[in-house]
């Protein structure tokens, strides 16, 4: 056993492939919660030390992948100065993008619901495949918050600014065909599967037939438009929005001027925009017309 705690297990599988599985005792599904994140970072420094692992698969024990961040947790720190609120996602932020520095290829087996911080842990993984009968999403706009844990530079790097605008300003949950279609997955089977496809993912980046150091560095790095391209997607994106939404409502187009703001800028400088743009708690909790039939 390479870790071992109350929420996180990481050992070694096949192959110098390590296991870092999800499921946290005594709750019927996986959360973000403050114990999670603190043995996400135990373990993963526990894998940069490890010696000749090849590669991380990342799993659940749970019928869901994780649900979310437990927001009970957090409602302290949302009431709270707007210092301890950024310096929270940040230290959060370091985690993700730690598991997405290590020093091999990494890929999340999505069997159920990966949904807000769930989603952004599949996001931070360089591959991720997923149960015909899954969801992911980021909801967070539904509770008048948005993207924390860097969904908002990750999502719209993977799969451009367009479909990135529509999941996060919507907050759907998404079939797995559709998180196919758009690139946000790389692979769609059934769920006993999905392990052995992440092995045979690594499998293939460790014999150069793929590049998941480029597929990285991708997700790494700026929105691939220019200063033209980038005006008009973001400027036509929170006009309809705003019209959809209504002033009373703003995070949805809060979430997309964070993702103009940061979209000349590469991983770690993007991150610290987003977090320090993350609306204060309380917002507005109910749900307009336009979200309920997204």
Same mark, same amino acid.
């Given at each position: 056993?390479?870790?071992?705690?109350?929420?996180?297990?990481?050992?070694?599988?096949?192959?110098?492939?390590?296991?870092?599985?999800?499921?946290?005792?005594?709750?019927?599904?996986?959360?973000?919660?403050?114990?999670?994140?603190?043995?996400?970072?135990?373990?993963?420094?526990?894998?940069?030390?490890?010696?000749?692992?090849?590669?991380?698969?990342?799993?659940?024990?749970?019928?869901?992948?994780?649900?979310?961040?437990?927001?009970?947790?957090?409602?302290?720190?949302?009431?709270?100065?707007?210092?301890?609120?950024?310096?929270?996602?940040?230290?959060?932020?370091?985690?993700?993008?730690?598991?997405?520095?290590?020093?091999?290829?990494?890929?999340?087996?999505?069997?159920?619901?990966?949904?807000?911080?769930?989603? &952004?842990?599949?996001?931070?993984?360089?591959?991720?495949?997923? #149960? $015909?009968?899954? +969801? =992911? %999403?980021?909801?967070?706009?539904? !509770?008048?918050?948005?993207?924390?844990?860097?969904?908002?530079?990750?999502?719209?790097?993977?799969?451009?600014?367009?479909?990135?605008? &529509?999941?996060?300003?919507?907050?759907?949950?998404?079939?797995? #065909? $559709?998180?196919? +279609? =758009? %690139?946000?997955?790389?692979?769609? !089977?059934?769920?006993?599967?999905?392990?052995?496809?992440?092995?045979?993912?690594?499998?293939?980046?460790?014999?150069?037939?793929?590049?998941?150091?480029?597929?990285?560095?991708?997700?790494?790095?700026?929105? $691939?438009?220019?200063?033209?391209?980038?005006?008009?997607?973001?400027?036509?994106?929170?006009?309809?929005?705003?019209?959809?939404?209504?002033?009373?409502?703003?995070?949805?187009?809060?979430?997309?001027?964070?993702?103009?703001?940061?979209?000349?800028?590469?991983?770690?400088?993007?991150?610290?925009?987003?977090?320090?743009?993350?609306?204060?708690?309380?917002?507005?909790?109910?749900?307009?017309?336009?979200?309920?039939?997204?």
């Amino acid at each position: 056993m390479i870790y071992e705690g109350k929420a996180i297990t990481v050992k070694e599988i096949e192959g110098g492939i390590a296991q870092l599985n999800f499921d946290l005792q005594g709750e019927s599904v996986n959360k973000f919660n403050r114990l999670t994140i603190e043995e996400l970072r135990a373990a993963t420094d526990k894998l940069e030390a490890q010696k000749g692992l090849k590669g991380l698969v990342v799993t659940s024990s749970k019928d869901s992948f994780i649900v979310g961040a437990d927001i009970t947790e957090f409602t302290d720190l949302f009431a709270g100065p707007e210092e301890d609120l950024v310096a929270n996602n940040l230290k959060a932020n370091e985690v993700f993008s730690a598991i997405e520095d290590l020093p091999f290829p990494t890929v999340t087996a999505i069997n159920g619901m990966a949904l807000g911080g769930g989603f &952004e842990m599949c996001l931070a993984t360089d591959y991720r495949v997923m #149960d $015909k009968k899954a +969801k =992911v %999403g980021l909801p967070e706009v539904k !509770l008048g918050i948005f993207p924390g844990f860097g969904g908002t530079v990750r999502l719209s790097r993977l799969v451009g600014v367009d479909y990135a605008v &529509e999941w996060i300003c919507g907050g759907t949950e998404n079939r797995a #065909d $559709k998180a196919l +279609k =758009v %690139g946000a997955v790389d692979a769609v !089977l059934e769920g006993e599967k999905l392990v052995d496809a992440a092995i045979s993912i690594i499998s293939q980046c460790n014999d150069g037939k793929l590049d998941y150091q480029a597929r990285r560095e991708e997700k790494k790095g700026k929105i $691939k438009l220019n200063a033209m391209e980038s005006m008009m997607a973001f400027e036509i994106s929170k006009a309809y929005v705003a019209g959809q939404a209504g002033k009373n409502y703003p995070a949805p187009v809060e979430a997309i001027k964070v993702m103009q703001k940061h979209a000349g800028l590469t991983r770690d400088k993007a991150i610290e925009v987003e977090a320090k743009a993350s609306p204060r708690w309380p917002k507005p909790t109910w749900q307009p017309a336009w979200l309920a039939c997204s």
